[in-house]
Antibody, heavy 114, light 107 residues
Framework: EVQLVESGGGLVQPGRSLKLSCLAS????????MNWIRQAPGKGLEWVAS????????YYADTVKGRFTISRDNAKNTLYLQMTSLRSEDTALYYC???????WGQGVMVTVSS | DIQMTQSPSLLSASVGDRVTINCKAS??????LNWYQQKLGEAPKLLIYNTNNLQTGIPSRFSGSGSGTDYTLTISSLQPEDFGTYFCFQHNSWPYTFGAGTKLELK
């Protein structure tokens, strides 16, 4: 069974950093591109970043470019999102998703507030 | 960036109805269009990928069509478990973008 389990969220002050993790199981993680997608409370979905299976290709939404870094460790079956210079508008439920959304985690909440 | 305009934003329908949800891209997305369903408190679920391909396990009452800039999700006979919010998503070019969503509610 495919499982994606996000962790690392929480309450953080504006300007601070946070690192999210997504532990994958039930499939060959190194064969798939992965994504982070977020959803602000009561709002729609926003694609945040993508990384190819071997980390050769990485893309970011303009809203996070230069502040967020997506990475992966295929030996640990784990996807990461390093978030720096956090803003209140980054407050959202962050999902990791396999490939083009065939599987999603349950999400991890990030709240940016003083 | 490609903008995805989804309509309607709110749709009231009854069990058994045929419903359609539309998504218009600001430029040609070459059928690289997915549809997701999200229920309250849950992660989104992939229904249709690349315009008209039904994801494994999704009932055949769901179908997708379209080309160029215009795409449609159709539910042929609405079931009680189909109520929720639907999103379109283009993956033709970066940055990938979602539609704003269509909330499908019980009339």
């Amino acid at each position: 069974e495919v499982q994606l389990v996000e962790s690392g969220g929480g309450l953080v002050q504006p300007g601070r950093s946070l690192k999210l993790s997504c532990l994958a199981s039930g499939f060959t993680f190194s064969n798939y591109g992965m994504n982070w997608i977020r959803q602000a409370p009561g709002k729609g979905l926003e694609w945040v970043a993508s990384i190819s299976s071997s980390s050769s290709y990485i893309y970011y939404a303009d809203t996070v470019k230069g502040r967020f870094t997506i990475s992966r460790d295929n030996a640990k079956n784990t996807l990461y999102l390093q978030m720096t210079s956090l803003r209140s508008e980054d407050t959202a439920l962050y999902y990791c998703a396999r490939q083009l959304g065939s599987y999603w985690g349950q999400g991890v909440m990030v709240t940016v507030s003083s | 960036d490609i903008q995805m305009t989804q309509s309607p934003s709110l749709l009231s329908a009854s069990v058994g109805d045929r419903v359609t949800i539309n998504c218009k891209a600001s430029q040609n997305i070459n059928k690289y269009l997915n549809w997701y369903q999200q229920k309250l408190g849950e992660a989104p679920k992939l229904l249709i990928y690349n315009t008209n391909n039904l994801q494994t396990g999704i009932p055949s009452r769901f179908s997708g069509s379209g080309s160029g800039t215009d795409y449609t999700l159709t539910i042929s006979s609405l079931q009680p478990e189909d109520f929720g919010t639907y999103f379109c998503f283009q993956h033709n070019s970066w940055p990938y973008t979602f539609g704003a969503g269509t909330k499908l509610e019980l009339k």
